[in-house]
């Protein structure tokens, strides 16, 4: 529709350059004359940019800002990135079996407090307001919400690396606290669930196997530490030394070889495996400190459109539901850092981060579908999700929890 409404314009110009032309003697200088038609030639540049824009496909700007470290791109991974067919077969038998030997209904329970909270964390649903008022800030527009002075708090927390690690502005410490009893029975047999106090930094819960599981090729035997809180409300599954990641690992070689891969280490381009129950979250942030390249996600959910991939989006922001065998693809662009969430409701969602080659990226977007690609694009986040989780927090509330 741009482009037909351009011709008018295109001719106007046209008939300008022609004149001005044909009375170039009478009109001007001859001096002139080189500066007129250096403005029509960078006048016909700038309408012919102006008409490619205009010709694009929604898909093609999607893809386009996808490119630059500004979008995302989601897609059934079966149809454009067929080669990670057996990196998701891994991933969800290790997803199966370590739902069925830790039973986490509700991330609520385990929700990690601000830094000085950590007796709160000792017994369960102790940093439920906390975990609550980060769910909701993704779950709500940003253009509706705090907006840029949230991205700035959370900015902030991102340059301490989240609360752990090298980044923080103080040595964090590495002291043990016992959890209650009825936390660690809500747990189930499976597990001995450990309080890490790294106080002055955020500190945070490690899972470790008893070695009763009939799932010892996931958690592993007794003593083994398999999993953690992943910063305020999910959790991460080990990655140095974790069973089931060193098998994704050796998958993702497998399946994409050194030119499929943005590292030659696998155990550099496996991201992590990423456990979201029903109310977890992973709170605003950029992966501004990574090297620059293409993340693919896989996410393995057990009910569609009940969690989310949320981005920022302008000055707002969209959440692209979950879908069975989504996929969602971005670039880290360090320079250009693209704000980005995920949050799940009703669902366990589980998934896998694998960093890849341009080139293999380069095939994935020539793969697209684009009619799937747009029926695939985010949306404002929905307000009755959010209604939602605020009823949950009042209910865990009213339980003096």
Known sequence: RLAMASKPLTSVVLAFCRRVWKNRANLFPRWDVAVVLLACILGGVWLLRFLWRAMRTDAEILIDLAVAGQGVLTFDWKEAAPELLPVWEEMQRCSQAMLEAVPVTDMSLLYTCEIGGEQKMRRGRGCTDEGFKHLNRILIPLDEGEGHHMLEEYAAFEKEDRGHGKGATEKCGSTQLQVEDELQEAL???????????????????????????????????????ATTHHLGSISYKKEKGLCS?????????????????????????????????????????????????????????????????????????????????????????????????????????????????????????????????????????????????????????QGR
């Open 188 to 226: 189930g047999q499976n597990l001995t669930l450990e309080l890490d106090n790294l106080s002055p930094c955020h500190s945070r819960y490690r899972f470790v196997s008893t070695g009763s599981s009939s799932h010892q090729g996931v958690i592993g035997m007794k003593g083994h530490h398999f």
């Open 246 to 398: 060193k098998r994704i690992a050796t998958k993702i070689q497998e399946a994409l070889g050194q030119a499929g891969m943005q590292y030659s280490d696998p155990f550099r381009s496996f991201r992590g495996l990423y456990w979201y129950p029903p109310f977890g979250f992973t709170e605003w942030h950029t992966d501004g400190n990574h090297v620059s390249g293409w993340r693919i996600y896989l996410a393995d959910i057990d009910v569609e459109n009940t969690s989310f991939f949320v981005h920022r989006s302008g000055d707002s922001s969209l959440a692209v539901p979950d879908r069975f065998g989504q996929a969602n693809m971005f670039r880290v662009v360090p320079s250009q850092p693209l704000w980005h969430a995920v949050a799940s409701v009703h669902a366990q969602r589980v998934s896998v981060g694998v960093a890849v080659s341009e080139a293999f990226a380069k095939r994935v977007i020539s793969r697209l579908n684009h009619p799937d690609l747009l029926d695939r694009v985010g949306v404002k986040p929905w307000p009755e999700l959010t209604e939602e989780v605020e009823r949950h927090r009042l209910r865990m509330q009213a």
